[in-house]
């Protein structure tokens, strides 16, 4: 996989498969902007990139801020030069049978999980355009390509971002800009940490593989699609779930 001179900004990653990516490309030269909710965590895994020797800044930003993430990018546009990765995978669950799903629950998921790729990719996406040259991947889940019991506001955010993926793809590709999904099955991170032993033993019967996955599975993923040689790929949807919905 080629990086020359790559920028990278990933959202969520403070935390579980956001770290991982921005651990992967800044172990393959990129620099990576590193953003999340709170300051504290995308500032200590920046921190422990740039201790390793590579290089990584950090951003606390509210994705789901419209107004917020246009100020931050334009600052980081500012800063940079150019964003040539953008990798949207801040997420939230908040889960629950339709008929008890508040209408606050059902905002803040799509807010988050959707239209924060609207915020972001408005404002890195064209700069991107006018420079040749791009690449974005957004974190779906399978959730959104199956659904699931009890994550109605979860599954429609996620399969939204599959429609927002595929028709940016087309408006972005003479442009030399690619745009791609990763829908993740089950994975090791701190959103999963809190299912059940119960639920976790009866998930794992429908993975072939028959374990969670490790976020370093999704990051190598999203690697792949970020390097000059995936450059004629565009409007996929990668998933990455131990054989889960083959
Ligand atoms: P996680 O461990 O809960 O980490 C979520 C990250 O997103 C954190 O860094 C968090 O920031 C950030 N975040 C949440 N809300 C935000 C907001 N409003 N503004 C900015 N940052 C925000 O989650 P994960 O398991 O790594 O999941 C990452 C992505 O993969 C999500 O989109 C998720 O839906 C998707 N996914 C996960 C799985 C799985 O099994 N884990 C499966 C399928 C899809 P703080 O660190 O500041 O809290």
Redesign the pocket.
């Known amino acids: 996989m080629t990086f020359t001179n790559r920028t990278a900004l990933v ?10 990516i921005a651990e992967v490309l800044a172990a393959k030269g990129v620099t990576v902007i590193c ?8 500032g200590a895994v920046a921190a422990a990139i740039t201790a390793a020797g590579g290089k990584a800044v950090s951003r ?6 419209g107004p917020a993430v246009a100020v931050a990018a334009e600052a980081l546009l500012k800063e940079f030069g150019k964003i040539d990765l953008l990798v ?6 908040k889960d629950g049978l339709l008929a008890r799903m508040s209408e606050a629950d059902w905002n803040a998921v799509i ?3 959707l239209t ?1 790729c609207f915020h972001w990719t408005k404002a890195i996406g064209w700069p991107m355009c006018r420079n040749r040259w791009g690449r974005i991947v957004n ?5 959104g390509l199956v659904g699931n019991a009890g994550q109605a506001n ?1 599954a429609a ?2 399969a939204g971002m599959v429609g927002f993926t595929k028709s940016i793809a087309k408006e972005f590709a003479r442009r030399g800009v690619t745009a791609n999904v990763v ?11 809190g299912l059940s032993a119960e639920v976790k033993a009866a998930a794992t019967q429908f993975i072939p593989m028959q374990r ?2 490790a ?1 370093a599975d ?1 990051a190598h993923a999203v690697a792949f699609l970020c390097a000059e040689e995936a450059g004629y790929i565009t409007g996929q949807v990668f998933t990455v ?1 131990g054989g889960m919905t083959m």
């Open positions: 959202t969520g990653a403070g935390r579980g498969i956001g770290k991982a953003v999340s909710k709170s300051a504290e965590s995308c606390a930003v509210d994705v789901a801020d949207n995978n801040a997420g939230i669950t807010a988050t999980n924060s974190i779906s889940s399978v959730s979860y955010a996620k829908a993740p099955g089950f994975i090791e991170t701190d959103m999963t940490a969670f996955g976020a999704i779930d």
